[in-house]
């Protein structure tokens, strides 16, 4: 049977409003994935995993991304122009900056610890994967926060099963697959491609930053000659978003309002599907980019089949790289293709794709005879895709083979 499309895969701007961490988008860290999973049909046995996992929690990519605001509110303070929710902004910030200081762009923690966990799980629910001897391939992109989150993992697989043999590359010799982006797909989600002066337009009538500014800065002079409404709402969006990523335990959510939040969200996720998603105005160039990831997802399984490759083979990269390859395997709820900017978050939702540490794993099994059967998951949660199966949420390989190579990579 074909499995049907989830309605509950639209969103809503109630769920995003429920849990404010989701408004972060692609900054939302992990969230719990589910603790049973569907057993194989009778007689078949889990032997290999494909995987592609986004780097953990990170700090902002930049130092300058928490100092431009501690520098305004800073000035604010000095010149007596704050007021009493400034100056707890103020003091807010400095607590995450004490943290974050020299570690912009670096996995945190946390996101070295959600790649354990993942790892974790990984070999206790597929155990006979992982058995001893085997030998695990594992590579990242050569950004440093992707290798150390390969590290954290392979070192909590290793942890798991000390005879694993694991053979770690972060190089550019991988990198025309693990992040392989087009010169046409460039120019064309840079600022000057085609769709940046509707998304111009889009921002300035949904982030207004006015508010914010009043209710941080008590001086209006100071406002004026100091403050730049839309900037400042943006500097602190990215310092709600990032702060669930740290050890600081500090939120700037309540310095907004719901509404607020889910207008920055939404403008935030209109740039993700615009160039990384199904958007249809990009003619499909941007899961194009991606399909010499597939095709060497589809030669490392065939090589596991044939009984000469690895037991798992493990890939670490961006958001920017797994949102487009949910969209070219044709997961449910990741390949919808609109182009009302109203609509986008109705049918794209950068979080429930590329969370911190989000990741697609292929889990293969087969049985006595040799026939081989595989199960998707994203984010650790079984997925379908649009290829009829009397087994799901397996899927005959050999069918889901096919589809690929004849209706996606033709």
């Not at 290793?158 to 043999?165: I, W």
């Amino acid at each position: 049977m074909l499995l049907p499309i989830v309605a509950g895969a639209q969103t809503t701007r109630e769920e995003v409003t429920a849990n404010l961490n989701k408004a972060a988008g692609v900054y939302y860290a992990y969230p719990s994935p589910p603790t049973q999973v569907t057993a194989p049909p009778k007689g078949y046995t889990p032997f290999y995993i494909s995987h592609y996992g986004r780097h953990g929690s990170r700090y902002l990519i930049s130092d300058n991304d928490y100092t431009v605001a501690l520098n305004l509110m800073q000035r604010g303070h000095d010149a007596h122009a704050l007021t009493a929710l400034g100056e707890d902004a103020l003091r807010r910030i400095k607590l995450v900056w004490a943290e974050a200081q020299g570690h912009g762009g670096d996995l945190s923690p946390l996101g070295w610890r959600q790649h354990q966990g993942i790892a974790q799980r990984m070999h206790d629910h597929y155990p006979q994967v992982f058995k001893a001897g085997g030998t695990v391939s594992a590579r990242s992109t050569v950004v440093l926060r992707c290798a150390m989150s390969m590290a954290s993992f392979c070192d909590a697989l290793k942890g798991c099963n000390p005879k694993l043999r694991i053979y770690m590359e972060a190089s550019p010799k991988y990198m025309d697959y693990l992040n392989y982006h087009s010169d046409e797909s460039n120019a064309y989600t840079s600022d000057k491609g085609p769709w940046h002066e509707e998304y111009r337009k889009w921002e300035e009538s949904h982030v207004d930053g006015r508010r914010l500014a009043q209710s941080l800065f008590s001086d209006q002079d100071f406002i004026t000659k100091n403050v730049n409404p839309r900037a400042l709402a943006w500097s602190f969006y990215w310092l709600a978003a990032d702060a669930q990523d740290t050890e600081g335990k500090v939120s700037f959510f309540d310095l907004f309002t719901p509404g607020e939040l889910f207008d920055l969200w939404q403008t935030f996720n209109y740039r993700f599907y615009v160039q990384a998603g199904n958007y249809a105005g990009n003619c499909g160039m941007e899961l194009d980019n991606v399909k010499p990831l597939l095709r060497n997802i589809i030669a490392g399984a065939d090589s596991a089949i044939a009984g000469h490759g690895d037991v798992a083979t493990l890939r670490f990269g961006h958001d920017g790289n797994l949102i487009p390859l949910a969209g070219l395997l044709r997961l449910n709820g990741c390949y919808d293709s609109v182009s009302d900017p109203a609509e986008f978050y109705k049918h794209f939702a950068d979080f429930k794709i590329a969370p911190m540490a989000g990741n697609i794993q292929l889990i293969f099994f087969k049985n006595k005879q040799g026939d081989v059967i595989v199960k998707f998951l994203l984010n650790e949660h079984e997925t379908s895709i649009p290829v009829d199966t009397d087994i799901a949420p397996f899927y005959h390989w050999s069918d889901v083979k096919r589809y690929y190579e004849t209706e996606i990579l033709k």
